[in-house]
């Protein structure tokens, strides 16, 4: 599958359409969120297809040559072994002694990595703190300590696979009595075999339990973006390293301010008269308000820059705060105002045919 069709973009995608294609469909496809059969599936495949599209180098790798190099086969290809052949590469290698190297049944492995999604409002994201967060994560049983055997036992290895975790197989085929390789149905593979199971964990070496760890959010935070804990996943076989904890971050908007980065945006009203002659008015940030100077003869939409009063950058710095001006222009006005405004209009050289509201609008309005 190719990555670019994964999130719906062409190769001429910016950095920046692939990070908002990535953050709309892991959305869409989060298993929290998303009960689908399949959610789960094209989750990961939008977060492989990440992967290499937001990594320069994967992604030029892929660009020239349909792969990258930790892939055999092309993003998405599910490759081949042996196994998709009917067992020929254990065919040939009891012929020719030759053959990839057998895994090691009792070699610690780490633990599945697992995910957890924060979410957090619009200030939360801007300041950063700590948060502690619970969730379910497979731990070593501390009755056997992850041996799975009853204490003051050990487990034995397996009479039927002789600790390799593999057994021979003989199948009839069209070429003759043909020799396979399989995972040992006694011991799974393990090479292990246990006679007497833990109580606590029933033989599996491990339990579900809750599990509480303090998130340190970085100040700054996007919607969308993730962050790993090291050991915090679940626990590893044959006394492995826990996996990791990824933890995906979902911000909140806010009704006051609009984000891209470490700009914020926002917007002010203002009267004629202040646009026209000029003010000092107050302006809201995410860390207060502050004076902003309206220049005579601001027109609507100037966009003004409040430097320092965006959101803090992940690698150092802080951005601004562009706050855009919309003249509001008033919707009932005395006798007074409108001779004014017209004497205003008159002393300008100009001419101004006045119009009454039509009935719809007075309606609109008497009901509001």
Known sequence: MDPYETLGLDRNASEDEIRKAYRKLSKK???DLNKAPDAEKKFKEVNDAYDILKDPQKKAQYDQFGSTGDQQGGFGSQGFSSDDFGGFGDIFNSFFGGGASRRDPS????GRD??????LKFDEAIFGGKQTIRYNRQEQCNTCHGSGAKPGTSPQTCHKCHGTGYIQVSQRTPLGMMRSQQVCDVCGGTGKEILEKCPTCSGRGKITKSHAVEVDIPAGIEDGQRMRLDGQG???DNQGPYGDLYVYFDVAPSKD??????TIYSRVMVSFPQAALGDEINVKTVRGSVALTIPAGTQTGTVFRLKGQ???RLHGGVGDQKVTVEIVTPKHL???QKEAL???ANLGGGKVKEQDRNLFDRMRDKFK
């Open 257 to 262: 301010f609009e984000r891209d980065g470490s």
């Open 29 to 31: 496809y989060h298993p």
């Open 334 to 336: 005395n006798a007074k």
């Open 107 to 110: 070699a610690p492995r780490q």
């Open 114 to 119: 697992l995910e957890y999604r924060m979410h």
């Open 234 to 236: 679940a626990a590893g």
């Open 342 to 344: 017209q004497a205003y």
């Open 310 to 312: 965006g959101a803090p």
